[in-house]
């Protein structure tokens, strides 16, 4: 049975020839799962055909999940699930709630015919390295959020350089890759400034930042903009058994320590709005009610999710700086 065929002349690549006349043969059930495909030695013999061209067809059929390879032996039919034209690997750093507005908004975005695996590595060196040699070769597409991982580049830079797209974070190491981002140092200045005129009602701004997730441009914004203004301000690790001071407004990465500082102030019988501030980072449902509203700086993450998809499907290498606004609410 002849699985592969070639034409000359006819104003399609002979490479997508390759992979039209695979997807055929596992649509009129010629292909089965587990059969083996020619060897790439074979497919070049019989057409005049380079070996980079076979390798071509092959490698996309692998990364789209319809092939795979055993070293020594050949490639054979993994799926016959043709109609899967993509297969992005999509790895986070966690799930919460704004990371699950960010999914579902690109989910949404990328249309059919798209498989996305989403995998997280939870700010784990060792994981996130495995994560990405584990999936190198896989996949058509490579999102990955690096955070502030050390050595997150090099890493990175192992995949397909033409298939990676960065999110989330970036930085100087990954400036040759495509990527939809926020600009940290940036947006809590903006944030700030957009407030000053409620923030100088207080006395002094304390940023909680234990600096494990967190991005390091956070705390150079706050640092920034307290010194620009002439703030008194502190920057602690933890909130753990400190006493909140009337006059103080606290600027909050962490959602725990949210929740901490508004336990505190109750135990205090202190009034939030009045007696001291609160700045929460990234917006969520909740923090529109939680006492009579939470005062955020935030990115759109549906929008982050929305721009990503809509490079990807359109093929286009930007960095894209995601938009972030200051949401006054009665904790400010």
């Known amino acids: 049975m002849k699985i592969i065929s070639i034409q000359n002349n006819i104003g399609v690549p002979k490479y997508k020839q390759i ?3 695979v997807e055929k043969g596992i649509e009129e059930g010629k292909l089965i799962k587990g059969d083996k495909l020619p060897s790439i030695n074979k497919v070049c013999l019989e057409f005049s055909l380079s070996r980079d061209t076979v390798l071509l067809a092959y490698d996309e059929l692998k990364k789209r999940g319809i092939i795979y390879a055993i070293p020594g032996k050949g490639y054979y039919i993994k799926s016959v699930e043709v109609t899967i034209k993509q297969r992005i690997f999509l790895l986070f750093d966690e799930l919460n ?6 999914y579902n908004s690109f989910l949404e975005n990328i249309g059919t015919n798209v498989q996305v695996d989403i995998f997280f590595h939870h700010f784990n060196a060792p994981v996130f390295q495995k994560l990405i040699n584990d999936s190198n070769g896989n996949y058509t597409k490579y999102i990955i959020m ?11 830079k192992t995949l397909p350089v033409n ?3 960065i999110l989330d974070q970036t930085n100087p190491e990954l400036k040759s890759f495509p990527a939809v981002y926020q600009n940290f140092v940036k947006d809590i200045y903006d944030g700030l ?5 409620r923030l100088d009602k207080y006395e002094k701004m304390i940023m909680i930042f234990p600096g494990f997730r967190e991005p390091l441009g956070m705390r150079i914004g706050f640092e920034n903009f307290c010194k620009d203004f002439a703030f008194d301000y502190e920057i602690i690790t933890e909130f753990k058994n400190r006493e909140i001071s009337k006059g103080e407004v606290y600027i909050i990465p962490s959602d725990r320590d949210l929740v901490r500082v508004i336990e505190k102030s109750k135990l205090q019988n202190l009034n939030l709005g009045s007696d001291f501030g609160v700045i929460s980072y990234n ?8 006492e009579n509203g939470i005062t955020t700086i935030s990115t759109n993450f549906e929008a982050m999710g929305r721009i990503l998809a809509q490079m990807i499907l ?3 290498k930007e960095q894209i700086e995601n938009k972030s606004a200051l949401n006054v609410r009665n904790s400010l």
């Open 19 to 21: 992979i039209i006349t």
């Open 97 to 102: 709630i704004f990371k699950e507005d960010l």
């Open 146 to 156: 690096p955070t502030n991982l050390t050595q997150a580049a090099t890493v990175i």
């Open 163 to 165: 298939d990676v797209y």
């Open 193 to 197: 400034l957009k407030g000053k005129s």
């Open 283 to 290: 917006e969520t449902p909740l923090k529109k009610v939680v």
């Open 314 to 316: 359109k093929g286009t």
